[in-house]
């Protein structure tokens, strides 16, 4: 299958999760022209905000490659992934996304997430949501720990 074929079973996968009861996102993650994982948005059945398509693929395709990490793979989703799923792109270290809509398009829809976006970037005193860090003696404790870990799996 071509880059299109996947896109286009992510967004097909969207349109019928809608139908199931989730969300109209899915997403599917494919190695070597493989498909190794499908992931479709379950925040309201699960009640987990989490369960985002293309977070339920990232972690169906790292328990099936036994990794935590998709160097080798794209990641193809029917829509622009948020700012959550973004991060979790990285940290899964996807080697290409693909996405069909826009995040503008989601926003038309009401999945807006621009107030997410500008709070990412916003410093920790200037979020909606307050934030405040709170010193203890050993906050960097664990770090210390982590460096002198000897059986450590760096990531």
Known sequence: MESHDWLQMA???AMENVDRGGGPFAAVVVRNGA???VGRNEVTPT???TAHAEIQAIRSACRTLGDFQLTECDLYSSCEPCPMCLGAIYWARLRA???AASRHAAAEAGFDDAFIYEQVGAAVGDRSIPMKQLRLSDADAPF???RLFADKTPY
């Open 47 to 49: 009640h987990d905000p």
């Open 11 to 13: 967004v097909q996968l």
């Open 144 to 146: 210390d720990r982590w």
């Open 35 to 37: 498909l190794v994982a």
């Open 97 to 99: 996304v693909y996405f």
